[in-house]
């Protein structure tokens, strides 16, 4: 039964943390498997979906989220001499994200979301240090075991280790000894920027007044004769979260880049960071300056690829968030996916009838099912903007200038209408209303195990 359940999550980023959140909530059996030391948040900023303040309403954490981000204002796209190409606005005079769809997008911290979700999660159901080396299943159980040789057992296995996933090697190692691999799922990621990251001190808003808006309005910047384009976001508290991305598509192959990136040590942070410091800034300075104000320990360099994966689980293992589909972070939709995978990974499972194997099988068919589609569509279009935002030449500029300026408003309001289509929510917890004058999104329905009228699980 689904109280028999044990859930071995593999990684603690986004998607791992937040599903180990929901199973929490879902009174599911469930450990974290992280292969750092100790947990060390890093990243720049996440725009968090407006459709996703309903499952933290739900757990409680709205006020909290509230408190960390700014609503998210506009995207200003500039040139390298600090003229404004182009402006898409998620405010008045452009859609008003808020009035509409209850919420604007909500701009925060990847580290500060780390810590939230940590928060929730009992300390001693997250093992660090632990490197998951090979899986082995059954149609009864799957065992992982580690690089300090310790193994683990559970009921199923969800891999939550990103891109480069172990978890998803040892099952595509075993679809490949069936003949079920396919010829895509062989291939390498496309590896296409390099990138580094951080998110700065408190700044004296003498210098950064911008750091006082009430909204957060990105900044991207192209530059002109450099392969550099470079984004700035106001965050709260003061702070301003950074990108600079290279665009290394014309270096070699995607298996060149990888290898690579594979002898990148931690002195390629810095590397990147001495050569990017001479961009100017559009708030004060140039980009060193922000960079001087950033804690070295909480600088990254992290190398931006996207790929959709086909198969996403097999046997009594499933992968989640970036080990299925991996994306570009622009905008945040890696961070979104795998919400909403962990959202609908833990209503499949809280509804769950058996452990048995032709059971979770059924569920994680029905699983990628859901999330096939817009996964897919979701790398897509993170290549298709990687693209937008790093193109040189007459026409790219054309195509810019045509996006962000000459768009009508019913047409980005449709498109917004279709981003807003379905908006599930927690099926265990008391569901939220529905804010704004649009009122055309599904919704999932509650949890057959849920009492009519009562909100409370029913015994199964």
């Known amino acids: 039964m689904a109280s028999k359940l044990h859930v071995l999550i593999v990684g603690a980023g986004i998607g791992g943390l937040m599903l180990a959140v929901l199973l929490e909530r879902a009174n599911i059996s469930y450990e974290v498997f992280e292969k750092t030391k100790e947990n060390r948040p890093l990243g720049s900023a996440i725009s968090l979906h407006n459709s996703l303040m309903v499952i933290f309403e739900q757990l409680g954490l709205y006020k909290d989220i509230l408190k960390m981000t700014k609503p998210f204002g506009a995207l200003h796209l500039r040139k390298e001499d600090m003229t404004i190409s182009g402006s898409l606005l998620a405010r008045p005079p452009g859609i008003d994200c808020a009035e509409h769809y209850g919420d604007y997008n909500r701009v925060i911290a990847r580290p500060d979301l780390v810590d939230l979700l940590l928060s929730q999660i009992p300390a001693y159901k997250i093992q660090y240090n632990k490197r998951v080396?090979?899986?082995?299943?059954?149609?009864?159980?799957?065992?992982?075991?580690?690089?300090?040789?310790?193994?683990?057992?559970?009921?199923?296995?969800?891999?939550?280790?990103?891109?480069?996933?172990?978890?998803?090697?040892?099952?595509?190692?075993?679809?490949?000894?069936e003949g079920k691999l396919s010829k895509s799922d062989s291939k390498p990621l496309g590896y296409s920027y390099d990138c580094v990251v951080g998110v700065t001190s408190p700044l004296d808003p003498a210098l950064y007044p911008i750091v006082l808006d009430e909204y957060c309005e990105f900044e991207c910047v192209l530059g002109k004769e450099?392969?550099?384009s470079w984004w700035l976001m106001p965050l709260t508290e003061n702070r301003i979260g950074w990108m600079v991305t290279q665009d290394v598509r014309m270096n070699g192959t995607d298996e060149d880049r990888n290898f690579g990136f594979s002898e990148w040590g931690p002195e390629a942070a810095l590397d990147m960071c001495n050569q990017s410091r001479h961009l100017p800034c559009p708030y004060y300075g140039t980009f060193g300056d922000l960079i001087d104000r950033t804690p070295k320990d909480r600088i990254s360099k992290v190398m931006l690829e996207d790929k959709y994966f086909e198969s996403w689980y097999h046997g009594r293992t499933v992968l989640l968030g970036d080990a299925c589909h991996k994306m570009q972070p622009f905008g945040?939709?890696?961070?979104?996916?795998?919400?909403?995978?962990?959202?609908?990974?833990?209503?499949?499972?809280?509804?769950?009838?058996?452990?048995?194997?032709?059971?979770?099988?059924?569920?994680?068919?029905?699983?990628?099912?859901?999330?096939?589609?817009?996964?897919?569509?979701?790398?897509?279009?993170?290549?298709?903007?990687?693209?937008?935002?790093h193109k040189k030449g007459p026409m790219a500029d054309m195509i810019r200038r045509t996006v962000l300026n000459a768009v009508p408003k019913w047409a980005i309001k449709i498109a917004s209408d279709k981003l807003n289509a379905r908006r599930d929510q927690i099926c265990f917890l008391p569901y939220v209303e529905m804010r704004g004058k649009f009122k055309k999104s599904q919704v999932n329905p509650p949890s057959r195990r849920m009492i009519p009228g009562v909100g409370i699980p029913r015994a199964v």
Do not use: W
Request: glycine share 8%; hydrophobic share 30%.
């Open 332 to 389: 945040g939709q890696g961070a979104n996916m795998a919400i909403l995978g962990a959202l609908q990974l833990t209503n499949l499972l809280f509804d769950i009838y058996s452990t048995s194997q032709e059971e979770i099988t059924r569920v994680f068919k029905e699983y990628h099912h859901m999330r096939r589609r817009p996964g897919k569509t979701s790398v897509e279009g993170s290549n298709s903007t990687g693209s937008l935002l």
């Open 133 to 177: 080396l090979r899986t082995k299943q059954d149609d009864e159980k799957v065992i992982i075991t580690c690089s300090d040789n310790m193994s683990y057992m559970g009921s199923i296995l969800v891999g939550a280790d990103g891109a480069y996933s172990s978890v998803r090697q040892n099952m595509y190692a075993n679809l490949k000894k």
């Open 226 to 228: 450099s392969p550099y």
